[in-house]
């Protein structure tokens, strides 16, 4: 799915394919990097994966996701047919059994296709499917990048939401050959917003902009939410836009080339020398990715009145 109603066009040599595996129904920004990338003419959305989330907010977690980018895609009047898969539904018990799920065989299919374009596959919650598609079909690990949204900040590691979902996915994912791009957490934390900026700038904007101001608003009065010290009440983390953001500009000298580690089980890094590098970001343009997915969503409005 490739959305085009804008008077400029990307040249077809610098067109990607995106899948997006996303818990989208574990917080509240998943949703604005959803939309994010469905209003790209970069992308071909190939596919939105429903991941999972853990238990403790819910026991159908995946399924909750899988609803929750239904709604969004709804609200957008764009078709899902063909473009939500379910993930799976919990975290893989060791780093050698997978979880075969439909998610897990689309990123399988779009790797193993002959189209030329680049395979991006961004991850906004745990890496539960990538690694099943791994261990599904060792062979798709030089034919796709990943960008996942997790992790601690180096050099020593820290206890980080989508790694905790899944420490043996990060594993499996991370001692593969398949390229990765990192976008740790003291990173993706200074992707903040104002809630009054949010009101101004999105709520207006339809029925899709009332909803995504309004879910937010609504999740920021969560016992979830208000346990976080980074949630001050005024300001929200869209902690999950650089998966969008870092392909549409990939920032060249934010980031560095390190040695992919591996986790332990109380998240920490374990640095291995003998692993292939890997990209770990240091540093995102939170403008450059916030005022691109402003500016696109008002487009959409005037577009669809």
């Known amino acids: 799915m490739i959305y085009d109603k ?7 040599q610098k067109m990607v394919r995106l899948i997006m595996d996303t818990d989208a129904k574990n917080e509240a920004d998943d949703q604005y990097a959803i939309v994010h990338a469905l209003l790209s003419p970069k992308f071909d959305n190939r596919g939105f994966i429903a991941a999972h989330f853990g238990d403790w907010l819910s026991q159908t977690s995946m399924e909750d996701s899988y609803e929750e980018i239904a709604k969004i895609l709804g609200l957008m009047n764009i078709p899902d047919d063909n473009l939500i898969f379910k993930g799976a539904p919990r975290a893989l018990a060791d780093e050698s059994t997978p979880i075969p799920s439909a998610g897990a065989e689309l990123i399988i299919k779009e790797a193993m296709s002959d189209d030329p374009r680049p395979l991006f596959v961004t991850f906004l919650g745990p890496l539960t499917d990538m690694a099943a598609a791994l261990l599904m079909e060792p062979r798709i690990a030089d034919r796709l990048t990943v960008i996942w949204i997790g992790g601690g900040a180096y050099p020593a590691g820290e206890p980080e939401y989508n790694l905790w979902n899944d420490i043996h996915a990060a594993n499996v994912v991370f001692k593969s050959q398949v390229p990765v791009w ?12 104002s809630m009054a900026e949010l009101e101004y700038r999105v709520r207006p904007h339809g029925e899709l902009g009332k909803y995504l101001f309004e879910q937010l608003v609504a999740f ?3 016992e979830a939410a208000l346990r976080t010290a980074i949630r001050t009440g005024e300001c929200w983390c869209l902690g999950d836009s650089p998966a969008v953001g870092l392909l549409l500009c990939d920032h060249e000298y934010l980031y560095d080339w390190l040695p992919a580690p591996a986790f332990s089980p109380d998240m920490r890094y374990i640095h291995e020398r003998n692993n292939r590098p890997i990209r770990v970001y240091k540093d995102v343009n939170s403008r450059f990715t916030l005022e691109d997915f402003f500016i696109k969503l008002a487009m959409f409005t005037e577009n669809s009145l």
């Open 6 to 12: 804008y008077n400029f066009t990307v040249p077809s």
């Open 182 to 193: 990192q976008v740790p957490k003291n990173v993706y934390q200074r992707v903040m917003v």
């Open 220 to 222: 920021g009065h969560t």
